[in-house]
């Protein structure tokens, strides 16, 4: 159940941190309100994914994946396209995350 949660967590991090940027430094409410409710959200699902899974796996997975998605979202919806250096570097954290969840013997499945 642990890893259903932390899909959850990314995704209501996701959600916020692209809000966050929407907010427009807290000036739309709408979008700040989004965003304090998503990491609510991200932080709850993350405190219950830290009962079965070791912290530092946890968080490696929930940082990482987080980071490959809002920066994909954000590609497209505001037009914010990473360059070379960066497309690099998203993926040998992308290959990371896999490696972790493919060979790791920390992981509790």
């Known amino acids: 159940m642990g890893y259903w949660y932390l899909a959850i967590a990314i995704g209501f991090e996701v959600i916020a941190t692209l809000a966050l940027k929407a907010s427009n430094g ?15 959200g991200a932080f709850y699902f993350l405190s219950l994914v830290l009962k079965t899974v070791p912290v530092g796996i946890a968080y490696a997975i929930w940082a990482g994946m ?10 497209v ?23 972790i969840n493919l060979f790791s013997k920390t992981l509790e499945h």
């Open 26 to 40: 807290f000036s739309n409410a709408t979008a700040t309100s989004i965003s304090v409710m998503g990491y609510l």
């Open 77 to 99: 919806v505001y037009k914010q396209v990473p360059d070379l250096a960066a497309i690099i570097g998203i993926s040998l954290i992308l290959a990371g995350v896999l490696v």
């Open 66 to 75: 987080g980071m490959v998605l809002i920066a994909s979202i954000s590609a």
